[in-house]
């Protein structure tokens, strides 16, 4: 089955920062989702993106499927964004990327 | 639209009990998924319904695990009997034709002791 790689694993940053998540798969994607499960355990939809780029407020995601990765970008970073990244393709998660922004 | 509903929100049963989750999927959605998360092997896709037929459930562990999708607005996933390692948050998750964005319930999370 496909393969869904996520880094870093873990990432601490200032509140304030900007941040690159990378996604890295291992097939041809019909389907690829970037998901924030928050620290409640929510897992909320940030993100449709097989192809191209998107722009979300302060978050956009580019999706290279030719090179099978896609990059989430977090720009001036709030506590409120801490929580785990998840890009899932074809709907297999990789392991996620634990993000704490601290104030 | 409520989103995706996902019942009981937690559970605590004894080893050896049948235990049935249940899903109600966004109106008009076709698509049901149902994940299991744990700390050791993260979200898990256990089984993937398109139009109330079950499609793929290779990710389903053992036989003591099965899904139904009897309509649209509803699915149950049943562990009988259940285990300890069992214990995990269940997810359920909707999307429309062709598995576009993908919408989670909130969870169920199961502890069997």
């Known amino acids: 089955g496909i393969q869904v790689e996520q880094s870093p694993p873990d990432l601490i940053l200032q509140e304030g920062a900007n941040s690159t998540l990378r996604c890295n798969f291992s097939?041809?994607?019909?389907?690829l989702q970037w998901f924030h499960q928050n620290p409640w355990g929510q897992l909320i939809n940030l993100f449709y993106?097989?192809?191209g780029t998107k722009q979300n407020g302060r978050l956009s995601a580019t999706t290279v499927a030719t090179e099978r990765y896609s990059l989430l970008y977090i720009s001036s970073s709030q506590t409120t964004d801490s929580g785990v990244y998840f890009c899932?393709?074809?709907?297999?998660f990789g392991a996620g990327t634990r993000l704490t922004v601290k104030p | 639209d409520a989103g995706v509903i996902q019942s009981p929100r937690h559970e605590v049963t004894e080893m050896g009990q049948e235990v049935t989750l249940r899903c109600k999927p966004i109106?008009?959605?076709?698509?049901l998924f149902w994940y299991r998360q744990t700390m050791m092997r993260g979200l898990e896709l256990l089984i993937y319904?398109?139009?109330?037929?079950?499609?793929?459930d290779s990710g389903m562990p053992e036989d003591r695990f099965s899904a139904k999708m009897p309509n649209a607005s509803f699915s149950t996933l049943k562990i009988q009997p259940s285990e300890p390692r069992d214990s995990a948050v269940y997810f359920c998750?909707?999307?429309?034709?062709?598995?576009?964005?993908?919408?989670f319930g909130q969870g169920t999370r199961l502890t069997v002791v």
């Open positions: 109106s008009g959605h076709n698509s």
């Open positions: 899932a393709v074809d709907m297999r």
């Open positions: 998750a909707s999307s429309g034709t062709g598995v576009t964005e993908a919408f």
């Open positions: 319904f398109n139009n109330n037929v079950p499609i793929d």
């Open positions: 993106i097989p192809s």
């Open positions: 097939d041809s994607v019909n389907n």
